[in-house]
């Protein structure tokens, strides 16, 4: 499991109030209950965790936790390639 995923399980566990045995990495953010106001929340906290910025129909295209990390590993390389620091490495 990538450092990433296991960050924003933590997160939405945090957030979502979640068990960790709810989680399913590969299951749609639908099917886990997060209605759309719970997941715009719940991007916005990823961005700031990450200091990304998501594209909403990028990340809905995708919308598992496993598809979101690798969303944020994607945009975080991006960032190191361009010279910035990554966050998950800050953090």
Known sequence: MSN??????QLACHDLGMNADEL?????????????LMLVDFMF??????????DHDTAMKQPTIAGLAAIVDELLAGKADAGGTPAALAA
């Open 4 to 9: 990433t995923l296991e960050q924003l399980r």
């Open 24 to 36: 399913k990495d590969d299951v749609a953010f639908a099917e886990l209950g997060l209605d759309s």
């Open 45 to 54: 906290a990823v961005e700031d965790k990450f200091h990304v910025e998501i």
